[in-house]
T-cell receptor, first 118, second 115 residues
């Protein structure tokens, strides 16, 4: 079984500042993938970044970076230079990585609502 | 690429009626489709997994007869909420795995309101 914990229900950040959204996970799988999604008020799920458990380097995608600490089972999202458009819900998610059928489902955390202040 | 088109985006229906939600993969074949439900200010909860040509797998606590899922082709999966009641009002969203990098493509979601 997999579990994702996001302990910050809401976060505020000043525009142009950096912010870290916390995510810890628990799994018995040796190989897994970690995802971050952004959900604006429209409801769509926007993929931000992906980290594989065996990736040696932390993932980066533009202003997004994932601070992956495997021993601590944490996968925090760092958003640099926050913009007003970054205000949204952010979900951390994970899935097991193996070729067997039925292994594709994502487990989501409860989310963090980020508000960017002008 | 890898777009999942979900319709309708919003629907209001009367209590007791049925509503069908469609998810179409536009430029790839979706052999698997995940259906999620999301209540306001909550996370996405997996309802069921549909696989083309076979019966859907429902998560514990999800009524199979109420939430009918059909995945008759490699590009279309549907969720029908039968005999809808106000407590079924929610945001429903589908998602298909998108190889090869273990990613997923989500539909844009359907906001269902039962009155």
């Amino acid at each position: 079984a997999q579990k994702i914990t996001q302990t910050q229900p809401g976060m505020f950040v000043q525009e142009k500042e950096a912010v870290t959204l916390d995510c810890t996970y628990d799994t018995s799988d040796q190989s897994y993938g970690l995802f971050w999604y952004k959900q604006p008020s429209s409801g769509e799920m926007i993929f931000l970044i992906y980290q594989g458990s065996y990736d040696e380097q932390n993932a980066t995608e533009g202003r997004y970076s994932l601070n992956f600490q495997k021993a601590r089972k944490s996968a925090n999202l760092v958003i640099s230079a926050s913009q007003l458009g970054d205000s949204a819900m952010y979900f951390c998610a994970m899935r097991a990585l193996y070729s067997g059928a039925g292994s594709y489902q994502l487990t989501f955390g409860k989310g963090t609502k980020l508000s960017v202040i002008p | 690429g890898a777009v999942v088109s979900q319709h309708p985006s919003r629907v209001i229906c009367k209590s007791g009626t049925s509503v069908k939600i469609e998810c179409r993969s536009l430029d790839f074949q979706a052999t698997t489709m995940f259906w999620y439900r999301q209540f306001p200010k909550q996370s996405l909860m997996l309802m069921a997994t549909s696989n083309e040509g076979s019966k859907a797998t429902y998560e514990q606590g999800v009524e199979k007869d109420k939430f009918l899922i059909n995945h008759a082709s490699l590009t279309l999966s549907t969720l029908t909420v039968t005999s809808a009641h106000p407590e079924d009002s929610s945001f429903y969203i589908c998602s298909a795995p998108r190889p090869p990098n273990y990613g997923y493509t989500f539909g844009s979601g359907t906001r269902l309101t039962v009155v």
